[in-house]
């Protein structure tokens, strides 16, 4: 079985900074792309950014030159380096990878379980 482990969240004041992390444990033979994803109150879950495998890193535009997305392939984990931070990225934030078990013959897409990110004065 796999689990991703969300860590990280917390209040934080307009223009301040949070890091969120994300841990894959489990029967882990492999993860190809790893993302965090977010969503507000009566809002739709929505893609904050994403890193496939090899590094490659791509951001909503509401993020782009803020948060930064990265990953340790060692440590099965992924981050996002949130700067600047605004109220409007207050959101219950989800990682979300595909991963390759040793009991599976295809990468399948897993969830943490969320971490609470609020951003107010």
């Known amino acids: 079985q796999v689990q991703l482990v969300e860590s990280g969240g917390g209040l934080v004041q307009p223009g301040g900074s949070l890091s969120l992390s994300c841990a894959a444990s489990g029967s882990i033979r492999g993860i190809n792309g790893m993302r965090w994803y977010r969503q507000a109150p009566g809002k739709q879950r929505e893609l904050v950014a994403a890193?496939?495998?090899?590094?490659?890193?791509n951001y909503a535009d509401s993020v782009k030159g803020r948060f930064t997305i990265s990953r340790d392939n060692a440590k099965n984990t992924v981050y996002l380096q949130m700067n600047s931070l605004k109220p409007e990225d207050t959101a219950v934030y989800y990682c979300?990878?595909?991963?390759?078990?040793?009991?599976?013959?295809?990468?399948?897409?897993?969830w943490g379980q969320g971490t609470q990110v609020t951003v107010s004065s």
């Open positions: 890193i496939t495998s090899g590094g490659t890193s």
């Open positions: 979300n990878a595909d991963v390759r078990s040793y009991s599976s013959f295809s990468y399948v897409g897993y």
